[in-house]
């Protein structure tokens, strides 16, 4: 009895821990917004990467005399700084999402309870106003929801990173008057969804959106005796399960559904990658102006001369303003064979004078272009952060490391040209290792470290705990002594 009534005051003084938690999240985000009126006066930029470099490092430090590791600390400060980050944005688009009501209306294609819904129920999250759904079967419906009037955003999946670009919402964005105002990169948590007596022994057909299937096809592939159904949309295919109430029905959707459609989670993480993420459009009836100090992302769709180099003499424009390309995705253009339309994301803001006159540049190398939307960019990532952290231990681990005096460069050794893989005659650049969003060999300092022999699954673990606790960025162990 005493160790029950023991266990209750435990999860009360837990209970109450957790209070205390939300108590100074919500102070912490209103100090966020004092944050942006300081800026707006200062006319101070939103992302400062030294604060962020600072206060992780102070934070770290300050962990490990309570015992907590650099990864948990980092994890946690990841979710923070990207809500600080992004409401300091917000704050300066507002105007963009005022309706002048209380009320936003999102068409989707699908249902609620499907990743249409939760993503933009994240990306709209931090404008305090109810959302209305409007579900509609297909991509070109959901478009001719918001240019018609009947809904103010609509959201469309535009890309996943495991089963790639979704062809018919770039197909779509070619003919739409609409305009791209934002992003949201949700991450998909595929789960296998039954009523309450469904086990995968019992299964015959199970109903998946096409991308859905796709995206978890080595876990289906272990069900050969097993049917897919395809379906418009994840939430409809657990509607479906629901309504049919069979226990040989199964379908693929999010735990999210689930809960939403009272219905058991047979199997979870079942897509192929663990890492899978969708990432999302918001497109609007109005273009959206981003302000200077916001880092901005601007989308395109182009189309060159069917001939040698036209393309290339296009792409260089970037490189001769030093703007970076995040995508390009080709297209086949309808009605001329091997032709292509190609769609670019390029770091830049379409107001900046530099890309005005990139834009102006690209127009004479192309036969078509058009801008489909400038809009703030979802910049701060988990590598960009873990990174940081890294970066927080950083000073200490240069401490311990003297100076490299220069030295003289070799001389360019006489060798045959054909020699490609270390020829200076084929290629004069030093040789960059990217290694995740690690590179070896460019400007920045890099710790490698690790044990000379990995020896237990505990040893590696150890080695990479302290590593990471101690600025090293790339963990390497040897196969033998």
Known sequence: MSEIKNLDNIRENINSVDSELLKLLAKRRQLSKDVVNSKIASDQPIRDTDRETELLSRIINAGKEFGLDSHYISKIFYDIIDDSVHLQQNHFQTSIFDNGTDVIRI?????????SSMAAKKFFAQFNKEIIFISKERFDEVATEVEEGRADFAMLPIENTTSGGINEVYDLLLHTTLSIIGEEKFR??????????????????????????????????TLPNVKIQYFADTALSVKEIKEKGKVEYGAIASEEAAKFFNLKIIQTEIANQPENYTRFLVCSRKTQIVDSRIPAKTSLVMATAHTAGSLLNALAVFSKYNINIEKLESRPIVGNPW????????????????????LDDLGIHTRFLKVLGCYPTKEVSKAALDFLATAANKKEVEKTIEPVKEVEKPKKASKPKSYKLASRDYKAEDTIIKVNDILIGGNNFIVIGGPCSVESHEQIFQCAQFAKENGTQILRGGCFK
């Open 107 to 115: 068409a989707i294609q699908g249902i609620e309870g499907s990743y």
């Open 339 to 358: 032709e292509e339309m190609f769609y670019l994301d390029f770091e830049g803001n379409i107001n900046s004078e530099k890309v005005k006159l990139l």
């Open 188 to 221: 998909v948590k595929h789960c296998l969804v039954g009523s309450e007596k469904t086990t995968l022994g019992k299964l015959e057909i199970i109903f998946a959106h096409y991308q859905a299937a796709a995206q978890c096809n080595k876990f289906l592939a």
